[in-house]
T-cell receptor, first 116, second 114 residues
């Protein structure tokens, strides 16, 4: 079965610093990979997704992630953190057969704090 | 376009009671998924409904059930509540379901069982 590991449940960066949130997955078939963000008291919002096209995926709010098959990783980065980036970030991998019967397996999340 | 609406936002119940949560998806979305979110377990998939049929199911006991109506609105029911059922319950809708179209989440219903 697929699984997702997010290294670091809490990450703290200074405003303007690089953001790096780590995600490793296990999958026996080519995966679909996702990053979602959850702001306080809100639901989750899709940041970006990888579906076997380009390995470097650009998302919203300046975030991007690189799929590295050899490392089974899909780390999320942003060159310069903004105060508004403080939130919980979730990595997810698809499981199951191709098509509409896939479901998502989620990491436990990484809480990002941005210090002024 | 209105987003995913979940009602109520907060619920307090006692052990042994049952509860029904409601989710109205984005107009035109036929898939509704339910998740349980807790600090220790993260997001756990409960089930997905598509066109009134349950298409996927997670590893939860039979006390957790759901249904979807012809207008795509969905309800989730938990019977014989236990303390461990305290969680944020999130509903997400998508156009086609599975992982082929993005999930759009509601703000959740926070259930507290005392």
């Amino acid at each position: 079965a697929q699984s997702v590991t997010q290294l670091g449940s809490h990450v703290s960066v200074s405003e303007g610093a690089l953001v790096l949130l780590r995600c490793n997955y296990s999958s026996s078939v080519p995966p679909y990979l996702f990053w979602y963000v959850q702001y306080p008291n809100q639901g989750l919002q899709l940041l970006l997704k990888y579906t076997s096209a380009a390995t470097l995926v650009k998302g919203i709010n300046g975030f991007e992630a690189e799929f590295k098959k050899s490392e089974t990783s899909f780390h999320l980065t942003k060159p310069s953190a903004h105060m508004s980036d403080a939130a919980e970030y979730f990595c997810a991998v698809s499981e199951g057969n191709a098509g509409n019967n896939r479901k998502l397996i989620w990491g436990l999340g990484t809480s990002l704090a941005v210090n002024p | 376009k209105a987003g995913v609406t979940q009602t109520p936002r907060y619920l307090i119940k006692t052990r042994g009671q049952q509860v029904t949560l409601s989710c109205s998806p984005i107009s035109g979305h036929r898939s509704v998924s339910w998740y349980q979110q807790t600090p220790g377990q993260g997001l756990q998939f409960l089930f997905e409904y598509f066109s009134e049929t349950q298409r996927n199911k997670g590893n939860f006991p039979g006390r957790f059930s759901g249904r979807q109506f012809s207008n795509s609105r969905s309800e989730m029911n938990v019977s014989t509540l236990e303390l461990g059922d305290s969680a944020l319950y999130l509903c997400a809708s998508s156009l086609r379901g599975g992982t082929n179209s993005p999930l759009h989440f509601g703000n959740g219903t926070r259930l507290t069982v005392t």
